[in-house]
């Protein structure tokens, strides 16, 4: 696609469930990052890939959450046992190698009740 | 301290007016960014800068890096200009471009 593309855009899951939120980055962009906005505060980095390299998970907030990226392309961001601190919106965004200039995704809004 | 910070936190605006959005950091950067989220949740990039100006039809943006300040600013501004603001920065010595970025300037243009 023309963009990066997140998807469900909107999942409400009770606490305790697991869930999958999923990235597809622009096609060529080797570089994908994870970030989290929790309501009425800042864009907080998760995690970042980069072609065939390990991921810097240093943003991950708990050992719930855990991310990978098959291929080189499509990510999947997991939370396990969703607690309600875990509401937010999820972005996704990615880059050339090399680039500073990153394109995001429309989020994907998370509620756990 | 936060290492980007921006000003102000919250901006009302009637339809026409000049808008400045205000961004300092405190960390040395390989490019600072501008970006606008609107209500949805949705992130779009206005602009990449690592030095001087940049212009886009009514957006102007410029960084001064000695000072680590940049300005966003909005002629002529509209009610579609409504959204939030972030400044955020790729900071030079991670190793990698992860972005810090400033709580965002929530901005609401009244026809």
């Not at chain 2, 206005?46 to 300005?71: D, V, Y």
Request: proline residues 3%; hydrophobic residues 30%.
């Amino acid at each position: 696609g023309a963009g990066v593309s997140q998807s469900p855009s909107n999942k409400v899951t009770e606490k305790g469930k697991d869930v999958e939120l999923r990235c597809d980055p622009i096609s060529g962009h080797t570089a994908l990052y994870w970030y989290r906005q929790s309501l009425g505060q800042g864009l907080e980095f998760l995690i970042y890939f980069q072609g065939n390299s390990a991921p810097d998970k240093s943003g991950l907030p708990s050992d719930r959450f855990s991310a990978e990226r098959t291929g080189g392309s499509v990510s999947t961001l997991t939370i396990q046992r969703t607690q309600q601190e875990d509401s937010a919106v999820y972005l996704c965004a990615s880059s050339f190698t090399g680039s500073t200039e990153a394109f995001f995704g429309q989020g994907t809004r998370l509620t756990v009740v | 301290k936060n290492e980007v910070e921006q000003s102000p936190q919250n901006l009302t605006a009637q339809e026409g007016e000049f808008i400045t959005i205000n961004c300092s950091y405190s960390v040395g950067i390989s490019a600072l960014h501008w970006l606008q989220q609107h209500p949805g949740g949705g992130i779009v990039s206005l602009f990449m800068l690592s030095s001087g100006k940049k212009k886009h039809g009514r957006l102007i943006a410029t960084i001064n890096i000695q000072e680590k300040h940049s300005s966003l600013h909005i002629t002529a501004s509209h009610p579609r200009d409504s959204a939030v603001y972030i400044c955020a920065v790729s900071e030079r010595a991670s190793g990698t471009y992860k972005y810090i970025f400033g709580t965002g300037t929530r901005l609401k243009v009244l026809a």
